[in-house]
C-alpha cells in the first residue's frame, strides 16, 4: 500500500470495506494505417506530416472504415470471450477540443461491436472471472502540446499524426474487489491482446491507457456505492497507486460522516493522490447519434470464420495445453506462455530436445535467466532454440555430462555457437573405453586398502573411488559409467 | 458564338467541326459571365486559369484527334459547397473566406476528366441552408428571370447562372430541395439522383443523410450528360452506391406511352394557385402522351418537415463543429481563452440561419431529448420511405409540384423562417426516401414567373425519370 493511502484509513477500517472497481481500457490497433484514411500511424514523425484531408477534419472529407481495424477489433473481442454483433454502428461523440479536428470522435454507442465477454484471472492464489461489457472501435484524437514553444504563455499547438489511429476501448464489468484483481486484470488483458497480435499494448507510448471507476460500500452491503472515475492510470504502478489511495480516500469520507461524490479524479503520480476535476465545468452532453458517414458495420458469417481460424492459441488454452502435453508444472507453464514469442521459442526447444520437461528447465533456468540480467526480450536470444535441444540431447546421448552442460550453455549464449562445436573445439567429449579403463585401473591399484575394503563388504567406499576417478578425469566422464566400471572390476 | 445559347449537343458538333476551338469557347464564356454577373451576383469568384488550363487539354486531346470527352470543353460552374483544389471554396461563409482546398471533390475530378471547364463557383446559402440564397455571406443572388426576386436556393447561383447564360450547366447540392427549388424559380432543370449516386467526397456536409450533388442544365438532355459523368461508386464515400451507372441518354427519345403516374393528393391539396394551374396543365400534357395518371396516398406527408428539420439540423450541428477557428477558418484574435475563441470565432463567423440550425440540431441531440425528437425523425423517416415505396407497386413514377409558389420578392420571407420552412414540403420528402427526382420547367405564371413540375421515381430508376422529363420537354416546347 503506498503512503498517500496509508494516511488516510487504517487497515482496519478498511478491512470493514470492500472496494468496487471496473476498469475502461483503450488500445492502440497495430494497423498500418489510420482507421478512416490511409495515413501510416507511425510514432515519432514530424508533427502533422502523417495526416490528410480526411483525418485533418477537412470540408468534404469523408472516412472509410479501415477493414483490417476491424479484424484486429474483431480479434481482440474473440480473445476476451465476447459474442460479436454481426451488426455494429459507429457514432459521433461530439465534443469541441482543438485536438479534435472533426468536432466529434467516431465511436461505438448504442451497437459496439462486441458484448457479453470475460477474462479469467488469478489474483492472490484464487481464480476469478471478470466480465466484459463491451469491446467497440473508435479513433483517437490528436495531441494538444502546452509546453515548449517560445510563446506557450499565449498558445498552445496541435500535432495531428495520431489523430485517425484505431483504438478499441475494453469496458469492464465492475467486477473486481481489490487493487491486486485490477492489476492481474490489466495484466492478463495485456497479455491476452499482444499475444494475439492486435496491439503492442506499449503503455509508455499511450497504447494502452486505462480509467477506473471505483466505489466502496461495507462489506455485505448489497448496492453499490457511488463511483468515481479515476484516470489518468498510464503504467500498472500507477493503476495499484491511485487505486489503493482512492479507496482509502472514499473509505475516510464515508468514515467521516461524509458522502462520496460522483465526479472524475485525475491521478497525479507525484504525489500518488486523486484529485476530483471541476466537474461543473467538464459535464459533457456528447450528443452521440448514428454516424451518417457511414453504414452500419455488417460482420458477416464468413468474414467471422474467417477471423477466427486467424486466431492463435491464447494463453490460458496453451497453459492448458503444456501442462497436459508436455508435462509441465503449473508454474513453469505459466511462465513460459507469459508472451507468444517465449511460447514459441520453448516450443521449438522442446521439439529439437525431444524432451519437453528439460527444454523447459534449461529455457526458464540457465536462458531467461541470463537474458534477463542482460535486459534482453526472448527475441534477442543469442541461443537459438535448436541449440538448447542439441545440448539436451548431448547429454542424453551421454556425449557431456549434465555439468558439462552447464559449463558449455554460458559459452553458447556468449559466442551463439552451436554446442557440439564448443564441445569438439574445447575437447570436452565424454571419456570412455580403454582411457577410463586406464584411468579406474590406475585410481584402483593406488588404493589397495580401499579396495579391501570394499571387498570385506564395505560397499560405501565406492563413493571415495568414484570422486578419486572423476578428479583423475577433469569431469570429462560419465558418473555412471564410471560406477558401472568400478563395479565390475571390484567384481 | 452565342454564349448563353449553347447546349453540350452544340458544344460538341461546333468543337469537333472546328467552328471554335474549346480555348476561344472558354475565353468568351468567361468574359461573358464576368460581364453579366454584377447583374445577378451568380458566381463568386472565377478560376480563368483553371478554366484555360482545362480548355487547353480538350484542344490537345482534339489535336491528337482524340473525343474531347463528353463534357469536352462545356463551361460549367460549380457551387462553392463543393471543393475546388487550389480555387477558393467559401461555402457563402465568412469562416471560409480564405479558405482553398488542397483536393478537389469527386465529382468536380470527374467532370474534368470529361472534359468540362469550370469557370468559377457560384452563389448560395451559408453551407447550403436556406431556400432563397439570401443567406450568403456575400449577398443575395437576384433571378435572372426577375431581378427584384430570389433565384431560390441554396443552390441559387447554380440555377440562375444557367437561366442567365453564363453557364451551360452546372453542379448544385439538394438537402432538402436545394436543386430542384432554384431550377424551378429560373426555369432550368435540376435533377437530385438517388442517395449514394453521386460521391459526397469534396461535398461540404451539411446533412450527411440527405446531402445530395446533381446537376443544373437548360435541358433534360444536358442534365443527363452531367449526371452520366459524376455517377457512380467511388472508393471515398462509403455511402456511395455500387450499382452500375446505365446509360442514361439512351431512353431519351422513347416514348412514355402506357406508364402509370401517380399524383400524390397530399401535395395538390392547397394548390388552387397559378403554380396549381401549370402543374395540373403538365398533367394533362403526360396523359396527352399516353400515360395513365392515378391519384396515390403519401398519408405521412404532413410530417415531413418537422422530420426533415429534425434531422438535417441534427446533423449539421456536428458537421459544422469543424468550423472552430482553430486550423483553416477565419478566428477571432481578440479572445482571452480558448472558449472565447471558440465563441467569437463562431459567434462572427456564423449567419443567423446557419446559427439558428446549430441551436435547433444541437437541442434535438441533447440528453433527454434524443428519443423525443431525434430517434422519432428517423421512424417518421423510415414511414415517409414506406409510402414511397407503397405508392410505386402502384404506379411508374410521381409527379407534383416542385414549390408551393414561384420566386418570391427579395426580403420577403427572410424574416419569417416557419414560413421559409414550410416551402420546401414538396422537395424534402424525396431526400427523405432518398430516391432520384428532378425539376422540368413546365410554363410560366402570367408575371413571368417560371414553374417546376417535379418527376420523382425509385431508387436508381434515373433512366426513367429522364425518359418522362424528356418526353415532356419535347410535348411542352
Ligand atoms: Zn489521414
Known amino acids: ?491 | 458564338m452565342d454564349v448563353a445559347a449553347l447546349t453540350i449537343d452544340r458544344i460538341r458538333e461546333d468543337l469537333a467541326a472546328r467552328r471554335y476551338s474549346a480555348a476561344e469557347l472558354a475565353t468568351a464564356a468567361l468574359e461573358f459571365a464576368q460581364a453579366e454577373n454584377p447583374k445577378t451576383n451568380a458566381y463568386l469568384h472565377f478560376c480563368p486559369e483553371r478554366a484555360m488550363a482545362a480548355a487547353r487539354r480538350v484542344d490537345e486531346r482534339l489535336a491528337r484527334g482524340e473525343d474531347p470527352g463528353p463534357l469536352g470543353g462545356v463551361p460549367v460552374a460549380v457551387k462553392d459547397v463543393i471543393l475546388t483544389k487550389d480555387v477558393r471554396t467559401t461555402c457563402a461563409s465568412r469562416l471560409l473566406e480564405k479558405y482553398v482546398p488542397p483536393y478537389d471533390a469527386t465529382a468536380v475530378a470527374r467532370l474534368e476528366e470529361a472534359g468540362a471547364v469550370i469557370l468559377g463557383k457560384t452563389n448560395c446559402d451559408e453551407f447550403a441552408m436556406g431556400s432563397s440564397n439570401e443567406n450568403s455571406a456575400f449577398g443575395p443572388v437576384r433571378n435572372p428571370v426577375d431581378p427584384e426576386r430570389v433565384p431560390g436556393g441554396s443552390s441559387g447561383g447554380s440555377a440562375a447562372a444557367v437561366a442567365q447564360g453564363t453557364a451551360v450547366a452546372a453542379l448544385g447540392s439538394d438537402t432538402g430541395g436545394s436543386i430542384r427549388q432554384p431550377a424551378s424559380f429560373c426555369g432550368v432543370v435540376g435533377v437530385t439522383p438517388t442517395y449514394g449516386r453521386v460521391s459526397r467526397y469534396g461535398l461540404t456536409a451539411f446533412a450527411s443523410s440527405l446531402d445530395h450533388v446533381g446537376p443544373l442544365a437548360r435541358n433534360v438532355r444536358d442534365s443527363a450528360r452531367l449526371l452520366q459523368v459524376i455517377a457512380g461508386r467511388d472508393p471515398m464515400d462509403s455511402t456511395s452506391a455500387f450499382a452500375p451507372v446505365p446509360d442514361y441518354l439512351a431512353g431519351l427519345d422513347e416514348d412514355i406511352r402506357g406508364l402509370k403516374i401517380g399524383l400524390p393528393k397530399e401535395y395538390f391539396q392547397d394548390l388552387a394557385t397559378e403554380t396549381g394551374d401549370l402543374v395540373a396543365a403538365a398533367v394533362e400534357t403526360l396523359k396527352g402522351l399516353g400515360c395513365e395518371i392515378r391519384e396515390v396516398s403519401l398519408p405521412t406527408t404532413e410530417y415531413a418537415v418537422p422530420c426533415y428539420y429534425v434531422i438535417c439540423t441534427a446533423e449539421a450541428s456536428s458537421n459544422l463543429a469543424r468550423y472552430d477557428g482553430v486550423r483553416y477558418t477565419i478566428r477571432a484574435e481578440d479572445a482571452e481563452s480558448l472558449i472565447d475563441m471558440y465563441r467569437k470565432t463562431r459567434g462572427r463567423g456564423f449567419g443567423a440561419e446557419c446559427k439558428r440550425r446549430i441551436m435547433l440540431g444541437t437541442y434535438v441531440l441533447s440528453a433527454g431529448y434524443y428519443d423525443a425528437y431525434y430517434l422519432k425523425a428517423q421512424r417518421v423517416r423510415t414511414l415517409i420511405s414506406r409510402d414511397f415505396q407503397a405508392a410505386f407497386e402502384q404506379v411508374d413514377a410521381l409527379v407534383a409540384p416542385v414549390s408551393p409558389f414561384p420566386a418570391f420578392k427579395l426580403g420577403e420571407k427572410i424574416d419569417d423562417p416557419l414560413e421559409m420552412y414550410l416551402s420546401d414540403i414538396y422537395t424534402i420528402t424525396g431526400d427523405l426516401a432518398g430516391i432520384p427526382c428532378m425539376s422540368v420547367p413546365c410554363g410560366r405564371t402570367a408575371d413571368g414567373l417560371p414553374v417546376g413540375l417535379q418527376i420523382l421515381t425509385n431508387h436508381f430508376q434515373e433512366p426513367l425519370m429522364f425518359r418522362i422529363a424528356a418526353a415532356y420537354e419535347r410535348a411542352a416546347a
Not at chain 1, 223 to 251: M, P
Not at chain 1, 474 to 490: E, Y
Request: proline share 5%.
Open chain 1, 1 to 491: 500500500m503506498s503512503s498517500a493511502a496509508d494516511i488516510l484509513a487504517s487497515s482496519e477500517l478498511l478491512a470493514k470495506y470492500e472496494p468496487v472497481i471496473g476498469l475502461e481500457v483503450h488500445v492502440q490497433l497495430a494497423t498500418r494505417t489510420k482507421i478512416f484514411c490511409a495515413c501510416p500511424t507511425r510514432f515519432g514523425d514530424p508533427p502533422n506530416t502523417n495526416v490528410c484531408p480526411v483525418c485533418l477534419g477537412l470540408p468534404g472529407a469523408l472516412p472509410v472504415l479501415n477493414r483490417r481495424a476491424v479484424e484486429m477489433a474483431v480479434q481482440a473481442a474473440l480473445a476476451l470471450n465476447c459474442r460479436i454483433n454481426r451488426v455494429s454502428r459507429l457514432a459521433r461523440k461530439n465534443y469541441f477540443y482543438p485536438d479534435l479536428p472533426k468536432g466529434y470522435q467516431i465511436s461505438q454507442y448504442e451497437l459496439p461491436l462486441a458484448e457479453h465477454g470475460h477474462l479469467e484471472i488469478e489474483a492472490g492464489g484464487a481464480g476469478r472471472r471478470i466480465g466484459i461489457t463491451r469491446v467497440h472501435i473508435e479513433d483517437d484524437a490528436g495531441k494538444s502540446v502546452h509546453e515548449g514553444f517560445r510563446d506557450s504563455d499565449r498558445y498552445s499547438y496541435v500535432d495531428l499524426n495520431r489523430c485517425g489511429t484505431p483504438l478499441i476501448e475494453i469496458v469492464s464489468e465492475p467486477d473486481m474487489r481489490s487493487s491486486e484483481e485490477a492489476y492481474a486484470y490489466l495484466t492478463e488483458l495485456k497479455q491476452t491482446l499482444q499475444f494475439v497480435g492486435v496491439s503492442t499494448c506499449d503503455m509508455e507510448k499511450g497504447h494502452l491507457r486505462c480509467d477506473a471507476n471505483v466505489s466502496v460500500r461495507l462489506k455485505g452491503a448489497g448496492e453499490f456505492g457511488t463511483k468515481a472515475e479515476v484516470k489518468n492510470l498510464n503504467s500498472f504502478r500507477f493503476l495499484r497507486e491511485a487505486l489503493d489511495y482512492e479507496i482509502a480516500r472514499q473509505v475516510a469520507v464515508l468514515e467521516g460522516g461524509g458522502a462520496v461524490e460522483q465526479e472524475t479524479r485525475l491521478y497525479d503520480p507525484s504525489t500518488g493522490q486523486t484529485a476530483g476535476m471541476r466537474t461543473k465545468e467538464h459535464a459533457h452532453d456528447y450528443r452521440y447519434f448514428p454516424e451518417p458517414d457511414l453504414l452500419p458495420l455488417e460482420i458477416s458469417e464468413k468474414w467471422l470464420e474467417t477471423i477466427q481460424a486467424s486466431m492463435p492459441e491464447l494463453p490460458a488454452a496453451k497453459r492448458k495445453r503444456f501442462i497436459e502435453e508436455y508435462g509441465l508444472r503449473d508454474y513453469d507453464a505459466r511462465v513460459l506462455t507469459a508472451t507468444r514469442p517465449l511460447a514459441e521459442y520453448y516450443e521449438k526447444a522442446a521439439a529439437a530436445a525431444g524432451n519437453p520437461v528439460e527444454a523447459a528447465k534449461w529455457v526458464q533456468g540457465e536462458l531467461l535467466g541470463r537474458l534477463n540480467a542482460e535486459g534482453k526480450e526472448i527475441t534477442e536470444s543469442p541461443v537459438p532454440p535448436e541449440h538448447i535441444g542439441e545440448l539436451i540431447r548431448l547429454i542424453a546421448e551421454g556425449q557431456i555430462t549434465g555439468k558439462l552442460a552447464k559449463e558449455i550453455f554460458p559459452k553458447m549464449f556468449a559466442t551463439g555457437e552451436a554446442p557440439s562445436k564448443i564441445v569438439e573445439r574445447e575437447g570436452l567429449k565424454v571419456m570412455g573405453g580403454g582411457e577410463l579403463e586406464g584411468i579406474i585401473d590406475e585410481v584402483l591399484e593406488k588404493n589397495p586398502t580401499q579396495v579391501a575394503q570394499y571387498k570385506g563388504g564395505k560397499k560405501t567406499v565406492i563413493g571415495y573411488f568414484m570422486g578419486q576417478v572423476m578428479r583423475a578425469t577433469k569431469g570429462q566422464a560419465d558418473p555412471k559409467q564410471v560406477n558401472q566400471l568400478l563395479r565390475k572390476k571390484l567384481g
